[in-house]
């Protein structure tokens, strides 16, 4: 009789095993839901050509996310990844929106202008942070769990309801500043960046004969324009024929400049307007001049490149023509010696170190 009663009880508690193992399989078999984004990908006109398109963000997301994609065009929810091409490195502006339009997510991820792979796979990273955030239980739930009074056993024949999980989802990582750490790096953007810059070349008609011409000077740089200060030497050897007479020319301008890069992110090309003042001296050996220097005022027009070779480090090569608008005369013994031509030249080539201001 006693083993006869007991039977069903036993029967009962498999039962029950049974169905919360079925219930567990099922779960675990079930993968976890990515609710769909729609992706806005706008890698911008002045984007280097060998960065990647929306499609190869998209399988390169999909790869993480075990073949998942999880972007349609009619979703609610938005992410939007801006590329930004500046004068040193190219960042990855990356927003994610709710469906309600709140943002919920933002980061700046960058590197090397030329290393726009390096960049696809930051952004990537960033974006499965976004799209499927790591999951963990709550500690205060665990803990609570653990202090809790153990409560009275029911009994065996009651069918117990199925408690879903609490789970705490984990935002993506976010800089200390918060909200306002987008602001800062728009800030920055806007400073200006400075250059120094050394030059050698030639110069025509400036002096009586063929100079040697040196240049150098100091420019602060924003992506379209740049407005700098530059000195000036132009030195004439000494020629037998010419009466043996020394010429050197000192001066300083002032530049503006326009800048379009030709082939992102190393050439560019530059156009600019200058005025300068100089001081045009002359030395004869064997005369005596009647005036051994004089003031020289300049207008004029530059055209070039610049060829960047490392991230500090770029060459330069440019062309001037210049009008004189006050034009030095020299006489020897009542006659004229030399006359400043109304239109003068040079052609330099030197080398440029850029850097940030932070």
Known sequence: MRDASSRPCKARRLLLVAALLCGTSVAAAQPSQVLPWRLDYAPGPDAPKNCPDKS?????????????????????????????????????HIEARDENGEVVANHVTQAESWRCDQLADRTVFYLRDIIDPLKIPPATSAQSSSSATPAPSAPSSATLPPVPPTRARVEPFQPAAGPSAPKAAARSEGLPQLAVYANMGAAWW??????????????ARWKWLSIGVEWKYDYAWALPTKLAVDAERAGV?????????????????????????????????????VNDDDLVLDFGARLGGEFRLARFLSLQLHGDIAYAARRPVFIVDGEEFWRSPRLTGAVRVGVVVPFDIR
């Open 56 to 92: 190869y963000i998209k399988a390169a997301l999909a790869t993480k996310l075990k073949g998942h994609d999880p972007f349609t065009d009619d979703a609610p929810r938005s992410i939007s990844v801006k590329l930004v091409l500046t004068p040193q490195r190219i960042e990855a």
């Open 206 to 219: 400036s002096t009586p004969e063929t100079a040697l011409s040196l240049a150098a000077g100091m420019e």
């Open 253 to 289: 301008a002032a530049l503006a400049c326009g800048r379009h890069v030709l082939f992102p992110p190393r050439v560019s090309a530059r156009a600019c307007v200058f005025g300068d003042v100089a001081l045009l001296s002359l030395d004869a050996q064997r005369i005596k001049l």
